[in-house]
Every structure is written in structure tokens, then in C-alpha cells.
């Protein structure tokens, strides 16, 4: 058997959000660390997404995570982020479940009333009858500024980056020695963590191993409004729409989304009527004069069949942690998940119940 080229301690495959802060986390605890990725640190589904960071979430587990990953986000960032809190809007049974999970969190919020709204931001649009919370740590997040942030930040902690994606795996006596890469380098470690979101499913069949989830692909959209932006980001929770402010822009969208049968990062145009019918919620929200379109993204998100991310190891294969199926809301909960993946593989336990997250019951 032929020696791989290098031996870590640990090896990430998937350098998303999920996977550099996995790696960030082995090697700020001393791991000699690899990271995969072909596209690059963040060049998958994380560096085309919205940026909407926010702990105004239905799910108390999802508000922890993303506090942490707020945390995590702030320690790495410095040029990336704005900290614009998060205004959900809408009316108060709509409100009821977040106001709840962050209730039991320890969350800090404000609910204002319609009148409290236009008075504190008068750009917003808020029926007499609809309420307004508020969270005032929640980020905007520029994508792409994180990413050129977290490669530096990775390499000043010495990891190792290989820009190209893993083809197939050497395993004997159900371990993984190395991933071997498409141009035929190994790479071998002693862990891997799999964190290569919608496309874990591909990668794991290469294992013989088959994962229930489905892809998704997610647009996100830009609108140029020609006046620096002070209102907080946002969600209407009537119709169905996020947004977040970065200088003059407003970024987001409704809650529009294709199935794929695989993952592609190919630029798609979105459909006009996705993008005229997130200008129309935009539009419902702001009182300003109609902004004009300056641009999408677009990229594909892992769903799960139960909503659930999963993060665990495989019984099949003794050195494999994998974590994904993070949907829409990857990189407000990414950075946190991420983190646990590698605190789960060196302890084998990471202080909270997630038996539900565990992936083997995706798999078939
Ligand atoms: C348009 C859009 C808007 C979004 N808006 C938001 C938002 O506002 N807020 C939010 O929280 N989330 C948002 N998301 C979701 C978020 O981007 C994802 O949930 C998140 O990126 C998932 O993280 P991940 O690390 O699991 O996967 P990814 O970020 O997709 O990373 C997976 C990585 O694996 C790599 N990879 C693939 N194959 C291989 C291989 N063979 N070998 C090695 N590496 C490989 C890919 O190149 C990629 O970099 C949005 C997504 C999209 C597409």
C-alpha cells in the first residue's frame, strides 16, 4: 500500500462555513489540520448566500446555535460583518414561537408596537394592527469578505488548504487512511470530518454509503436603494421574506426555491417572477422610491427529510464525523455546528442532547 503524502490529525472535507470552523477549531485546540475544498474556503453555497444572521428563530437548539455561531463569526471577522440587529415584523401569533424559544435561550429582545417601529425607524412599513421584535446583536454579513477573511485566518493558525475537490477515499478495516484528491495527491489523517453540505451525498455513495437528503437551490437577491441604510435587517413574517442592510443595499429575498437532482455551483439566472415577487415584499416593508435590481446568487442548500441537521459519526466507517443538512440557514448556524463537529469527534460528546441530529437516520 502506497504511503499518502501527508498525515493530519485531522482532515476536513468541505471548507464551507461548516467546515472552516470545524477546522478552526481543531487547530485552535493544537490538531495538526487539512482542509479540502476545490472551490476554495467558503466557495461553495456560503459565499452566495443572503448574509442574514439572526437568533430570531422557531427552534430554541437553532437560537443557541446561532448566538454561538454570532460568537465564533465576530472572533474571525473584522471588515465582513455590520451589526445591525434583526426587526421580525409581522403580526403577533406569527411572533408567538421565537419570542418563545428565545424566551428560554436568555435571549434579550424588545417588542414595540406600530407606533414604537415608526418612530424609531421611519423607513420601515408596519400595520396598526402588527407587531415588531427586536434583537439588536444580529449581523449582516458580507459573504464574501468572510471568505477572504477566514482563508487568512486559517492560514495564520497553519492549516493546511488543498484546492481541490476529494475523488475517492483508501479505507482498510473500516477506517479511512486518506482522501485521495482528483489530481491523485493523498492526503491521510487520522480523522475526517465530512462537511461538504449538498454534496456529503455523493461523496458518501463513493463510500458505498447512501444519505437521505435532497438538494435544493436557494436565490438571493441584491436591490440598490441610493441612500446609506440605517434600518435593521429584517424578516416579514406575513409574506414571507428576509433582508438584510449592507451600505446602501438591501439583500434577500422571499422564500423561493428550485429541487435539483445534484448540487452545481453554475450561475442561474432565477425566474423574473422570483425576482419581481421579492422586489413587490421588499417594496411592501420599505417606504422609499423603488429600488433597482443590481444583481443574485444563486447555489444549492442539503435538506433533510425531517428539517433536522445531522451531526455524528457513522457506525460504518469508525473514523468519519459529518455534519450538514443546515438548509437556508447555514451560516447563522453553520459556524456553531461546525464548531461541535470537532468537538464531537475528540470527546465523543459536546454537552447537549442531539441524539435527533444523529445521520444514521438518513441513512439507507
Ligand atoms: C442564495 C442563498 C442564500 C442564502 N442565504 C442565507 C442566509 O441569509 N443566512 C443563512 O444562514 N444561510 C443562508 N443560505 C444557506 C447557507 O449558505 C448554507 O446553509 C451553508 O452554506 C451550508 O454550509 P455547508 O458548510 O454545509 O455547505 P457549503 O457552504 O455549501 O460548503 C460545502 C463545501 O464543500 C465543497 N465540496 C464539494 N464537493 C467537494 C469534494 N468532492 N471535495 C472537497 N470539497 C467539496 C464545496 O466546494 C463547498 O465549499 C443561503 C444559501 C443560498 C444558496
Request: charged share 25%.
Amino acid at each position: 500500500m502506497m504511503a499518502p503524502s501527508m498525515e493530519y490529525d485531522v482532515v476536513v472535507i468541505g471548507g464551507g462555513v461548516v467546515g472552516t470552523f470545524a477546522a478552526l477549531a481543531a487547530s485552535r485546540s493544537g490538531e495538526f489540520t487539512a482542509v479540502i475544498d476545490g472551490n476554495g474556503i467558503m466557495g461553495g453555497a456560503a459565499s452566495r448566500s443572503a448574509g442574514v444572521v439572526t437568533v430570531q428563530l422557531d427552534d430554541e437548539r437553532d437560537v443557541l446555535l446561532v448566538r454561538r455561531s454570532i460568537e465564533l463569526l465576530t472572533s474571525v471577522s473584522r471588515r465582513a460583518l455590520i451589526r445591525t440587529g434583526f426587526l421580525q415584523i409581522g403580526r403577533e401569533d406569527l411572533l408567538e414561537d421565537s419570542i418563545r424559544s428565545m424566551s428560554s435561550a436568555g435571549i434579550a429582545y424588545e417588542v414595540l408596537d406600530a407606533g414604537e417601529v415608526r418612530e424609531r425607524w421611519p423607513g420601515i412599513e408596519i400595520g396598526e394592527e402588527e407587531l415588531a421584535v427586536y434583537t439588536s446583536e444580529d449581523l449582516s454579513v458580507e459573504p464574501g469578505v468572510l471568505a477572504s477573511e477566514c482563508r487568512s485566518f486559517l492560514a495564520s493558525q497553519g492549516v493546511t488548504m488543498y484546492n481541490e475537490p476529494v475523488r475517492s477515499f483508501r479505507v482498510h478495516d473500516s477506517e479511512v487512511i486518506s482522501a485521495v484528491l482528483n489530481g491523485g495527491v493523498e492526503v491521510g489523517g487520522s480523522e475526517f470530518i465530512l462537511s461538504a453540505g449538498p454534496w456529503n451525498r455523493s461523496i458518501l455513495r463513493g463510500l458505498g454509503v447512501e444519505l437521505d437528503t435532497k438538494v435544493i437551490i436557494c436565490y438571493a437577491y441584491r436591490f440598490e436603494t441610493g441612500v446609506e441604510l440605517t434600518i435593521p435587517s429584517f424578516s416579514d413574517e406575513v409574506l414571507h421574506s428576509y433582508w438584510r442592510r449592507w451600505g446602501t443595499e438591501l439583500i434577500g429575498g422571499g422564500y423561493h426555491a428550485e429541487l435539483a437532482d445534484e448540487p452545481d455551483l453554475m450561475p442561474r439566472a432565477p425566474p423574473q417572477e422570483f425576482v419581481e415577487g421579492s422586489r413587490a415584499l421588499l417594496m411592501s416593508r420599505v417606504s422609499m422610491a423603488i429600488p433597482s435590481y443590481s444583481g443574485h446568487t444563486s447555489g444549492p442548500c442539503e435538506i433533510t427529510p425531517d428539517w433536522r441537521p445531522y451531526l455524528g459519526r457513522l457506525d460504518r466507517i469508525r473514523n468519519f464525523t459529518l455534519c450538514g443538512g443546515l438548509r437556508g440557514y447555514g451560516l447563522m448556524r453553520g459556524p456553531a455546528l461546525g464548531s461541535m463537529t470537532y468537538d464531537l469527534l475528540k470527546s465523543g460528546n459536546i454537552g447537549a442532547d442531539l441524539d435527533d441530529y444523529d445521520p444514521e437516520r438518513l441513512i439507507r
